[in-house]
């Protein structure tokens, strides 16, 4: 008897141990278990109960418990491979609206020159042409046979006239082939303005794709996180002597609770003092109270990346930095510029986890890199300026935690630098 009560107690230590590490697993429910529970086509506790009066039915029922957990599972990875798919596919589609926007502007800035420099062709051209057709009403030929005396001035005048006449023409030449250039950069810029609009159509759609998928995938993890716990606690039932299992889930399912404030708790005063360092060493500090027009700095930090064309530091491609990146301490408060209306709040690729508002009259931002967990708006939701939106990150391509913020009129991106300097903020 001694022996088996001690051959026991290891036993029992163990299967303590696996029930504690099922309930205090970082997929425990937000909710309650009573609520998961009732979820279609999960079993209760009393279901779990039952199985145990047969060995039949008790292997069934661990045979449907795995099942179950074997498909959270792999919905929930499914749904996150596609949401960071849709995200990608976004980022794409958006990086190359910007960069076809960008060569478009700047066609469009070579034709206005060259549209310039051709006025100026054709205006000098028409002032030789004036001077030409007055120097020809005077006959210099008759003027030669009727004053003979005079006649070596009268060459002298022929020979300037000439080569007048062919100074003329070289500018008329010159004129006309800048007027072909200043056509023809017209021309491709006016092309490359109508391709914008096809690009921006597939940007917005995949945006919202992205956000589609971004949603599906909470979905799905959510649902992992509230059935997880509880059917791998169901399975500790099954196939152990273990008492009170239900009871401990619940307690688990407290301690989860608890454990997810206090985090919450220790992150708000985190990002508290991170924003407190950054407005005090790095470069100035974010949010506040707006200025007249409406704007407010979206973070604190100095800038370390500015607008244009780039090695980027994750790729190490050139191509396009269509933001600017502002750099406080990880987890410091992101705020919203100005006020507006959250159109995206997910997984943006190479954005990272990406927050963007519709500001009104055509102008939207855009806060990318935010920490996994940091978004804390929605899509639909009012946003006034100044009010954290979310926390500052290092996810998707990046190298360290910082704010990419872009600034968007009509969708394409403009420098946030002088944007935001006409309305009296400096980042």
């Known amino acids: 008897m001694s022996k088996s009560l001690t051959s026991l107690r290891p036993r029992r230590r163990v299967i303590a141990a696996a029930v504690a590490v099922v309930l205090t697993a970082g997929a425990l429910a937000a909710v309650g278990p009573v609520a998961a529970a009732s979820a279609a086509g999960y079993p209760s506790w009393s279901d779990v109960e039952q199985a145990k009066a047969s060995k039949d039915a008790q292997q069934a029922k661990v045979t449907e418990i795995k099942a179950l957990l074997d498909d959270l599972t792999s919905k929930a990875s499914a749904a996150r491979a596609s949401a960071a798919a849709a995200g990608k596919a976004y980022q794409d589609a958006q990086t190359k609206y910007d960069a076809a926007t960008l060569e478009q502007q700047t066609l469009q800035g070579q034709a206005d020159e060259a549209e310039r420099t051709a006025k100026q062709s054709e205006a000098q051209a028409g002032q030789l042409a004036a001077q030409l057709g007055r120097a020809s009403a005077n006959d210099v030929t008759t003027d030669i046979l009727t004053h003979p005396s005079a006649s070596g001035d009268l060459l002298y005048e022929l020979g300037a006239m000439s080569k007048l006449s062919e100074q003329a023409d070289g500018i008329y030449s010159q004129a006309s082939q800048d007027r072909g250039v200043a056509q023809g950069l017209a021309d491709r810029a006016e092309q490359a303005k109508e391709a914008l609009g096809a690009l921006a159509d597939a940007a917005q759609a995949k945006m919202q794709a992205a956000q589609d998928a971004a949603d599906r995938a909470q979905t799905a993890v959510d649902a992992e996180a509230d059935n997880k716990a509880r059917l791998e606690a169901q399975l500790t039932l099954l196939t152990t002597n273990a008492k009170n299992v239900e009871a401990a889930y619940d307690k688990g399912v407290a301690a989860e609770k608890a454990r997810r404030a206090a985090a919450e708790a220790a992150a708000a005063r985190q990002a508290a003092a991170a924003a407190k360092a950054s407005a005090t060493t790095q470069g100035g500090s974010g949010g506040g109270t707006p200025n007249s027009s409406g704007w407010v ?131």
């Open 297 to 427: 700095r979206p973070a604190g930090g100095y800038q370390t990346s500015p607008y244009g064309y780039r090695v980027d530091p994750y790729t190490h491609y050139r191509a396009l930095h269509a933001g600017v990146d502002l750099a406080p301490a990880c987890y410091a408060p992101i705020y919203a510029a100005h006020s507006g209306t959250v159109t995206f709040a997910a997984n943006g690729g190479g954005y990272g986890n990406e927050v963007v508002l519709d500001n009104g009259g055509g102008i939207s931002t855009a806060y990318g890199h935010i920490v996994d967990g940091g978004i804390l708006v929605s899509v639909g939701q009012h946003v006034e300026a100044g009010q954290q939106i979310a926390k500052i990150g290092s996810t998707g391509w990046s190298t360290g935690c910082h704010l990419h913020f872009e600034t968007r009129v009509n969708g394409s991106a403009v420098d946030p630098v002088p944007f935001m300097a006409a309305r009296g903020i400096s980042v």
